[in-house]
C-alpha cells in the first residue's frame, strides 16, 4: 500500500524559510517526485518536480526561492522554500508517479506566511 506522509508546514513570516517533508512508503524509486499547492477556491498548481534522473522543474513564481531534492534510498522529497510570501500561502501536497503511472497524492500540509 502506498502512503505519503508530508511534514514541516507551519506559519511563518513574510521573508522567512520552511523546509516541506514527504516520506513516501510502499514504492520504489519514483519516476516523478513533485509537489503541489492549492489555495481555497483555487485549482491545484504543480510547484517543483524532480524526475528520478535528477531533473528539476519550477513553477515561474518560485524560481530562485524554492528547490526540490529527493533521497532516492530514503523514499524522501524535501522542498526548500526562502523568501516565503503572502502569495506562498496554501496547502502543499506531495505528488508521486509510479513505474506503473500511478499517481499518489500526500494529505496536505498547511504553510502560512503572514505578513
Known amino acids: 500500500q502506498v502512503r505519503l506522509v508530508e511534514s514541516g508546514g507551519g506559519l511563518v513570516q513574510a521573508g522567512g524559510s520552511l523546509t516541506l517533508s514527504c516520506a513516501a512508503s510502499?514504492?520504489?524509486?519514483?519516476?516523478?517526485m513533485g509537489w503541489h499547492r492549492q489555495a481555497p477556491g483555487k485549482e491545484r498548481e504543480s510547484v517543483a518536480s524532480?524526475?528520478?534522473?535528477?531533473?528539476?522543474r519550477y513553477a515561474d513564481s518560485v524560481e530562485g526561492r524554492f528547490t526540490i531534492s529527493r533521497d532516492n534510498a530514503r523514499n524522501m522529497v524535501y522542498l526548500q522554500m526562502h523568501s516565503l510570501n503572502a502569495e506562498d500561502t496554501n496547502v502543499y501536497y506531495c505528488k508521486v508517479v509510479t513505474i506503473n503511472s500511478v499517481t499518489y497524492w500526500g494529505q496536505g500540509t498547511q504553510v502560512t506566511v503572514s505578513s
Open positions: 524532480m524526475a528520478a534522473n535528477g531533473i528539476t
Open positions: 510502499g514504492i520504489t524509486v519514483a519516476p516523478y
